[in-house]
């Protein structure tokens, strides 16, 4: 048995339980094939000829999404009629004839163009009001109020459409959407925000004084304009209005890309809950929720900023010896038999310049201003915990020029470090900065 594609297609549709807009997509991916093979039937059609037709439909413009929805579709066809005996193939040609589409940007509305486009339609409101003519999107008013519905609450253009009189529940703040008619099947309700409250009064209004029934749909801008025709709204009239919107502002939005917005707004939140956006957006795991949420790049920026920052050089501050403040003095004994004493204040250091410590001062400059420690001849006799403090000082010194390596510095620039060597100051201080001096005794 040989059932023709389109017989097939309609048999397959019959057989399953699809939304309309479901069904749409399967009779469009049917002429697709009819279009392309005309008389063919599936058995005269091999994985090497669709490859071909999907070559030539990619390089016609075709994007690759769409080349993606045609080829599982056809697939899921072919497989029916193969599992039901009602074609002849071997194998499914459209199996691996899917293609990798590239990874776009979240589809998501800035917040100046919806702020724009809202501007708009109340201006047109205004207009149709003033001058009691038809507005380019009319009726004005009843579109703002279906704008604001989907930027607001994110809800599916099929759940829109499907909202009844009675599924509005103004005591609960709750839209009842059916699962019939939704993508899910499952049913759920959408809290009503409170800036969505006036609009949606103002459509139940208007619906009453109109005559509208209970089980009557609710957003059915036929019912309420003279202009329109049908009797039911469907999801053409809805994508034609935000066709002339987009045309009117510049910026492209549509009603999957307010659910987009929406999640990522959410997620935005400081007590952020991804778990409130998915039954928010009614979807079915946390991994499609994931991919509506838009990156936010202000806290990818300070991340990066913040990484720059951690990899900088931290300034270390080196200890050196301070010698701003005076030397103490080495006078001596009145009496024959007395010894000499150290005495002598110290000075708090003055505020010392940090700079290179290779840098060395000349010989000769600020002499008047620096005291010498000088060693007592061999008459004297240095005695006292002073002299101790004294030398441990030196001592320390000592260690820190050869630990620095400046003890080679100054015997490679002439320099001698003997005992004739004069320090700039007092050795007795020590101070977290990085800059020492040494002079020496020139001759």
Not at 21 to 31: D, H, L, P, Q
Not at 87 to 96: A, E, I
Not at 246 to 257: A, F, L, Y
Not at 301 to 324: C, F, L, S, T
């Amino acid at each position: 048995m040989n059932l023709p594609l389109f017989e097939l297609t309609e048999k397959f549709i019959a057989l399953s339980d699809f939304r309309p807009a479901t069904e749409k997509i399967y009779r469009a991916a049917a002429r697709a094939f009819i279009r392309r093979f005309e008389d063919l039937s599936l058995e005269q059609v091999d994985r090497e000829k669709i490859i071909e037709w999907r070559k030539q439909l990619l390089d016609d413009g075709l994007s690759k999404r769409s080349w993606n929805t045609y080829s599982s579709h056809l697939k899921t066809i072919a497989e029916f009629g193969l599992n039901e005996g009602l074609v002849d193939l071997q194998r499914n040609p459209f199996k691996k004839t899917s293609v990798v589409p590239p990874k776009r940007r979240k589809k998501t509305v800035a917040r100046s163009a919806i702020e724009r486009a809202r501007d708009l339609l109340l201006l047109l409101e205004q207009d149709e009001l003033k001058e009691q003519k038809r507005a380019k999107i009319t009726p004005a008013w009843f579109w703002l109020i279906v704008f604001e519905t989907f930027h607001l609450t994110g809800i599916r253009l099929n759940a829109l459409i499907s909202i009844r009189l009675q599924d509005i529940d103004l005591e609960e703040n709750l839209i009842v959407i059916r699962g019939e008619l939704e993508k899910t099947h499952r049913e759920f309700a959408v809290p009503i925000p409170t800036a969505l409250y006036p609009h949606l009064t103002r459509l139940l209004d208007t619906a009453v004084s109109c005559g509208f029934e209970p089980a009557d749909q609710l957003f059915n801008v036929n019912r309420f304009s003279s202009h329109y025709r049908r009797d039911v709204m469907n999801d053409n009239q809805v994508e034609a209005m935000y066709t002339k919107l987009i045309r009117m502002t510049g910026v492209r939005m549509t009603p999957h890309r307010f659910r987009h917005t929406l999640a990522s707004d959410l997620m935005r939140q400081p007590d952020r809950n991804i778990h409130v956006t998915k039954q928010l957006l009614n979807h079915s795991n946390l991994a499609t929720t994931m991919e509506y949420i838009e990156p936010d790049y202000e806290v990818m920026r300070d991340a990066m900023n913040d990484r720059i920052e951690a990899a900088k050089p931290k300034h270390r501050q080196r200890a050196r010896v301070d010698y701003g403040a005076p030397a103490p003095a080495i006078t001596k004994a009145p009496s024959h038999h007395s010894t000499p004493t150290l005495t002598g204040t110290r000075e708090p250091a003055a505020e010392s310049v940090q700079a290179s410590p290779r840098a060395l001062p000349a010989p000769n400059a600020g002499r008047e201003q620096r005291s010498a420690v000088r060693l007592p001849e061999r008459s004297e006799t240095l005695i006292g915990p002073d002299l101790e403090e004294m030398a441990h000082q030196v001592r320390q010194l000592s260690q820190l020029l050869s630990s620095s390596g400046l003890d080679q510095l100054l015997l490679r620039s002439g320099h001698s470090m003997t005992t004739e060597t004069r320090l700039q100051a007092s050795p007795a201080r020590i101070s977290p900065v990085s800059r020492f001096e040494v002079r020496s005794k020139s001759g």
